[in-house]
């Protein structure tokens, strides 16, 4: 089975500091992204790598940052929190083209 | 915009019952279809898919049907079960890389 982890289930962190929110696939998945969930908005893509070290912007990519420096792992980085950026963020991973996203759990941060 | 968007927020529905959740799209362009579930505390978890050169497909329990003239899909849940209440995203594919969500429909299986 495919497996997407992420490094927490639940973070709290206070506005400006730096978050780092990691995830990795086990699958050997070419693309990977970052989503965050909200009530009544559903999920909306903040960054997409579709390759090691490739980025591109998704939806809503003010006041974040990716890494991806192996292919298992991508991360994004919150340069300096707010509190607009309390939400539910989810990882997902593919094969390259289109298939089926594969989600991670989700990382529950709140920013005080 | 284009966005992926769902006709009811809410579902009740009797356990044993089918399920239809309905989802319209707007991208014509569009060629492959996702439907996933998400129960609370967990990510979405894939269903079934569709290709745009499709017009139904079947799964175990579950349906999806594709309406390419009018740009709707639909999700049947057969004999609903309390396991099935979850909030329900359809997603739209539309280039290689990303998927559009509809902002999702919640099943609550009534006993």
Known sequence: DVKVTQSSRYLVKRTGEKVFLECVQDMDHENMFWYR??????????YFSY???????GDIPEGYSVSREKKERFSLILESASTNQTSMYLCASRLAGPYEQYFGPGTRLTVT | GESVGLHLPTLSVQEGDNSIINCAYSNS?????????QESGKGPQFIIDIRSNMDKRQGQRVTVLLNKTVK???????????GDSAVYFCAEN???YKLSFGAGTTVTVRA
Do not use: C
């Open chain 1, 37 to 46: 969930q909200d009530p009544g908005l559903g999920l909306r893509l903040i």
């Open chain 1, 51 to 57: 390759d090691v070290k490739m980025k591109e912007k």
């Open chain 2, 29 to 37: 362009a569009s060629d492959y279809f996702i439907w996933y579930k």
């Open chain 2, 72 to 82: 709707h899909l639909s999700l049947q849940i057969a004999a609903t079960q309390p």
């Open chain 2, 94 to 96: 539309h280039n290689d």
